[in-house]
């Protein structure tokens, strides 16, 4: 799992919902299987869970 966050003000509400930034990071994420959760409270959480894919 890789958590990216901050303590600043956070994202405002309806972030990510008129651009492709955040939504090409789903897309991408979502293909590979995995999930991406983003929270706004107490400043910017992004948490992306991949599967591990063994050799």
Do not use: N
């Amino acid at each position: 799992m890789l958590v990216l966050e901050d303590d600043g003000s956070g994202l405002p509400p309806g972030t990510g919902q008129h651009g492709f930034g955040l939504i090409g990071m789903r897309e991408r994420v979502t293909a590979l299987g995995g999930t991406l959760t983003i929270s706004c409270t107490h400043g910017t959480r992004v948490c992306v869970s991949l599967p591990l894919r063994y050799a």
